[in-house]
């Protein structure tokens, strides 16, 4: 960004609102709107964190030409939702140089996306062979999202009960007879209970010498407790697994996500380092004491670029 640029501030319920009221402001596409978090938004005057329900944007319009592919790759996807006869919207975002991520909305998501994604493959192959006359250099990734359109069998659930009679409802000659045997002697000339066991020795009448003592029971499997590291490492897994997904989630919203959980220092360093493998992202300790809470969310310039691996 430069500093003839304009920029502007906007303010709405998702990143995606605040983005659509900038690019009203600007006069400009919402695809032509680059912009970043303002974090002074989540911060009280003396720079504590504050909970708030809208998010704010510093936004700015960036040049035409750098988002003319991916405005070509929108309405091309529109048409072909026009020449399917499908109801959905259509819209894109600018995601690295020349990278186009397609979003599409539609309550028949399931046709578009097809048995096992052949439908959606199948269009992206379309829309890259289109587009590298009209958008070269372009790369283009779809995604689709979307109700599930209703069932043909539009009635209400219970009036969609099959018609076999409940067991209650059949009449009675019509229900299986219980064919179980029954004793039919009188109730005095019954074996009573004590009178049924048999002569097997119980446990406790057993010879003392030949019960086996508590120590000869144990086995040599480890306690819960005793899990070692193999343990200890299926749980960070686990913790490593939930931060991929949270951090996908924050990319893909570009909203803050915070484990709310908890975590000492060594599960904290696990989520920063797997928070680390993404270049868009950055991770934050919050809290006091030795169990903090993680925040993740979008990186800023304020943040200054990844540091590469050597």
């Known amino acids: 960004m430069s500093d003839a640029q304009q920029t502007i501030t906007a303010e709405g319920r998702t990143v995606a609102d605040a983005v659509a009221q900038a690019a009203a402001q600007l006069g400009v596409d919402p695809t032509l709107v680059e912009h970043k978090l303002d974090l002074s938004h989540f911060k009280t005057a003396d720079g504590r964190s504050r909970p708030v329900d809208t998010v704010k944007v510093i936004a700015w319009a960036r040049n035409p030409t750098a988002a003319a592919g991916a405005v070509a790759g929108r309405d091309w996807v529109r048409a072909l939702l026009g020449h399917m006869d499908i109801e959905g919207t259509v819209a894109v975002r600018v995601d690295g140089d020349k990278v186009a991520e397609v979003r599409i909305n539609s309550p028949r998501a399931r046709h578009l996306v097809g048995r096992q994604g052949t439908n959606l493959r199948a269009i992206s192959l379309l829309l890259d062979s289109v587009m590298v006359k009209s958008a070269p250099g372009w790369t283009f990734r779809i995604s ?89 490492e299926r749980d960070l897994d686990k913790l490593r697994e939930l931060a991929r997904k949270l951090a996908q989630e924050c990319e893909e919203t570009q909203e803050p996500v915070r484990l709310r959980r908890p975590l000492n220092s060594y599960e904290r360093r696990a989520v920063h380092m797997e928070i680390a493998s993404f270049p868009r992202l950055v991770s934050e300790s919050e809290g006091e004491g030795s169990h903090k809470s993680v925040l993740i969310r979008p990186r800023t310039a304020d943040d200054g670029e990844p540091v590469a691996e050597g």
């Open 144 to 232: 689709v999202d979307g109700g599930e359109e209703r069932r043909a069998d539009d009635r209400p659930r219970d009036d969609r009960r099959d018609d076999r009679p409940r067991r209650d409802d059949r009449p009675r000659d019509d229900r299986p007879r219980d064919d179980r045997a029954r004793d039919d002697r009188p109730r005095d000339d019954r074996p009573r209970r004590d009178d049924r066991r048999d002569d097997r020795p119980r446990r406790d009448d057993r010879p003392r010498d030949d019960r086996p003592r508590r120590d000869d029971r144990r086995d040599d499997r480890p306690r819960r407790d005793d899990r070692g590291e193999g343990g200890r």
